[in-house]
């Protein structure tokens, strides 16, 4: 049974820092991209960052790029993003997901469903 578990959202000021983790289960983390994505209140899921198995490429939405910080640590089947800057435009809920790289894009993976994610709520 595949099982990614996102936590660490909550609510914040603008300007301030949060770290979202998801914890993986039940497949071979460290043989899968993995990725962030986002639903904004009434707007459509979006790619936040995207990173591959080794850690040895990432990728950033345009609106979070030198904000936003995607890791994994594949001893653990972990991965993380660490949120500075916090805009709230960033306000959303959170996943993480099953990712293939592939052409130096990311593509979650159709076959997964998607957790529950985790809240953050930016304020200004």
């Known amino acids: 049974q595949i099982q990614l578990v996102e936590s660490g959202g909550r609510s914040v000021q603008a300007g301030g820092s949060l770290r979202l983790s998801c914890a993986a289960s039940?497949?071979?983390?460290?043989?899968?991209?993995m990725s962030w994505y986002r639903k904004p209140p009434g707007k459509a899921r979006e790619l936040v960052a995207g990173i591959t198995s080794f850690s040895d490429s990432t990728q950033y939405a345009d609106s979070v790029q030198g904000r936003f910080t995607i890791s994994r640590d594949n001893a653990k089947n972990t991965l993380s993003l660490q949120m500075s800057s916090l805009r709230p435009e960033d306000t959303a809920v959170y996943y993480c997901?099953?990712?293939?790289?592939?052409?130096?894009?990311?593509?979650?993976?159709?076959?997964?469903?998607w957790g529950q994610g985790t809240q953050v709520t930016v304020s200004s």
């Open positions: 997901i099953r990712t293939q790289y592939y052409g130096g894009n990311y593509y979650y993976l159709p076959s997964d469903s």
């Open positions: 039940g497949f071979p983390f460290s043989t899968y991209a």
